[in-house]
């Protein structure tokens, strides 16, 4: 394969990875800011579900 074809497909994957490693973090994070709303609703509601 040429030079470029190689180059292209690094750079692909070094960008996919990035991106699946950020949406693991933000999935993560989205799952705490989850829990923490989820103790606040249960110190309004008293320990019930809404």
Do not use: C, H
Not at 2 to 11: L, Y
């Amino acid at each position: 394969m040429s030079e470029i074809v190689w180059a292209t497909i690094g750079t692909s994957l070094t960008v996919i990875g990035m991106l699946g490693g950020a949406l693991y973090w933000l999935g993560g994070k989205f799952k705490e800011v989850e829990e923490r709303f989820k103790q606040i609703d249960e110190r309004f509601t008293g320990g019930g579900e809404v």
